[in-house]
């Protein structure tokens, strides 16, 4: 039975539901392309950087978990399967050839940005549809995502 959110348009939760979808596959994308990254770093400052990918994927999870929980809030379906992740995602697809450090971290940067990217259009969207609570999940998000970035662009000064 869908929860009964009082004053949420049929449209507010259809475009919170495809936006949520949409950055979820996204985040997952990532997520992967992160510990691609961690997996395979090789160089100057190696422990840093190794440590500092897990870091930021650690920090990622939890805001997946919220998207896709507000999806099921919604009376959607969260859709995060490989399959689905791999069809969906906005990001380009992580390079599996690559191990010196500053090439990992200009593509996990490139990455990182696209999704901050996508994350803030998406708050556009649901605001402007009128779904103020997802808008502010995504803002979270969002503000995860650029400060992580902030950290990684900072290894490439």
Known sequence: MPVNLEGLSDNARKTAIDELNGRLADGLALALAIKQAHWNV????FIAIHELFDTVRTNLDPH???FAERV??????ARGTAEVVA???GLEPYPTDLTKAEDHLRAICARMRAHGANLRQAIAAVGDA????TADILTAASRTADKDLWFLESHLE
């Open 42 to 45: 090789k160089g100057p400052n």
């Open 72 to 77: 099921q809030q919604l009376d959607g379906t």
């Open 64 to 66: 997946l978990d919220e």
């Open 130 to 133: 009128g779904d103020e609570d």
């Open 87 to 89: 069809e969906a995602s």
